[in-house]
């Protein structure tokens, strides 16, 4: 017999605790067949999710590489809703990112990811990485692009990502291998890092 035992928790909230709105300026994404293996969420035995961060690091394949992308942190915006019925229902995560340019390198990405399985980091002002797209479920990324009208226009790519997932937006703890460094969100601040650098050991005489 399934054991049903409560997971319940208390949410409490300490009233003047600042809840900090908004993303910062870059993303990270990568292909999921760039991928080894996924980081892991903790489930109950009859496989309820029992918190909302993985556990461990992506491990990417030989001289694979996050890749960022810069957008405009007052015009990008990451979302969750509830979508399906009960018992069933999941999460679709929706990111949009807009970047003002509108170049052969934002086209290029255009073309990339409108027809690719990808995978999202995204950080947010509190300098917690949330994923977008989980490895159950296939990852929509759509790109539109704007050239501006007139002189007083404004140029932007913008990527839509929905990805659905068991929670809204995971969080990740693990290391970033991007193709700057690694990052370790749990430093603060969280900053690239190269591989030796700042590790806490005394340099060479």
């Excluded at 659905?164 to 430093?187: L, R, S, V």
Aim: negative net charge; glycine residues 8%; contains cysteine.
């Amino acid at each position: 017999m399934a054991n049903c035992t409560s997971i319940q928790r208390s949410l409490a909230w300490c009233q003047g605790t600042p809840e900090l709105p908004g993303i910062k300026r870059r993303i990270y994404y990568i292909s999921k067949d760039q991928i080894v293996s996924w980081p892991t969420m903790t489930h109950d035995p009859i496989g309820r999710l029992t918190n909302a961060a993985y556990r461990g690091n992506f491990e990417l394949v030989a001289d694979a590489s996050w890749k960022y992308i810069d957008i405009l942190p007052d015009k990008s915006q990451l979302t969750s809703e509830a979508q399906g019925e009960y018992p069933s229902q999941t999460q679709l995560n929706k990111l949009t990112a807009v970047h003002p340019g509108v170049g052969v390198e934002a086209s290029a990405l255009a073309a990339y990811v409108n027809n690719c399985d990808c995978v999202y980091l995204v950080e947010t002002v509190r300098g917690k990485y949330r994923v977008v797209g989980s490895e159950k479920w296939q990852v929509k990324s759509t790109v539109a692009q704007d050239l501006g009208q007139g002189a007083t226009g404004t140029t932007s790519t913008t990527l839509n990502v929905e990805a659905t997932d068991e929670c809204p937006a995971p969080f990740y703890e693990g290391k970033i291998e991007t193709e700057d460094g690694i990052i370790y969100p749990n430093q603060s601040p969280a900053e690239p890092l190269l591989d030796g650098d700042d590790n806490g050991e005394e340099p060479d005489p």
